[in-house]
């Protein structure tokens, strides 16, 4: 069940707004990152990946950032919008092994 | 991106029935697929992984017995979740990969299941 006072990490921006959302990730080893958003009440949505070969990878309105010095990734969305609110995941994953999820930061988008 | 389905959307059932929750990979084959559970304001949890043709692998703290999981096809994954209980109830994810190329491919996830047990 849930625990007790368990929270996510929130970002609270306003509309128009650029968002970064950051996320430590633990294998060094890692060679594949994605990130999801996850609205309430359904599954994780693709939004970007980038492979260790990379450190920058652009798609529409995103852009993912990763910095395996110090093993940090970073999700920036420009122009954010209302519909941006979700929760946003980072995953990592090494190999043909299984993903590995970070804990998941809530953006919150004001009008 | 690809598309993963699930179905049921929502069940509820009675305590001490079984409940199968269907993925299908909808536009490519999914040589692996994976089962999660969530909780509220928690990410998502790995119960098993299973490829195409063989037994599943459950992580540590599943019973395997209780979270029954049928990989028959490349496109088609089954979860039965066997004699359900009040605290089977949570959100369960089905997921799938494909490989291309000898590299694996993105993992692309359904849209979940709600299950409430009473």
């Known amino acids: 069940g849930e625990s007790v006072g368990l929270h996510l990490p929130t970002l609270s921006v306003q509309e128009g707004d650029n968002s970064i959302i950051n996320c430590a990730y633990s294998n060094s080893a890692s060679d594949y990152f994605i990130w999801y958003k996850q609205e309430s009440g359904k599954g994780p949505q693709f939004i970007i990946d980038?492979?260790?070969?990379?450190d920058k990878r652009q798609g529409q309105r995103v852009t993912v950032l990763l910095n395996k010095t110090v093993k940090h990734l970073s999700l920036q969305i420009a122009a954010t919008q209302p519909g941006d609110s979700a929760v946003y995941f980072c995953?990592?994953?090494?190999?043909?092994?299984?993903?590995?999820f970070g804990k998941g930061t809530m953006l919150l988008v004001s009008p | 991106g690809a598309v993963v389905s699930q179905h049921p959307s929502r069940v509820i059932c009675k305590s001490g029935t079984s409940v199968k929750i269907e993925c299908r990979s909808l536009?490519?084959?999914?040589?692996?697929m994976f089962w999660y559970r969530q909780f509220p304001k928690q990410s998502l949890m790995l119960m098993a992984t299973s490829n195409e043709g063989s037994k599943a692998t459950y992580e540590q703290g599943v019973e395997k017995d209780k979270f029954l999981i049928n990989h028959a096809s490349l496109t088609l994954s089954t979860l039965t979740v066997t004699s359900a209980h009040p605290e089977d109830s949570s959100f369960y994810i089905c997921?799938?990969?494909?490989?291309?190329?000898?590299?694996?491919?993105?993992?692309?996830f359904g849209p979940g299941t709600r299950l409430l047990v009473l």
């Open positions: 995953a990592e994953i090494e190999g043909y092994s299984t993903l590995t």
């Open positions: 536009d490519f084959q999914a040589t692996t």
């Open positions: 980038i492979r260790s070969n990379m």
């Open positions: 997921s799938a990969r494909g490989v291309s190329g000898g590299v694996q491919e993105t993992q692309y």
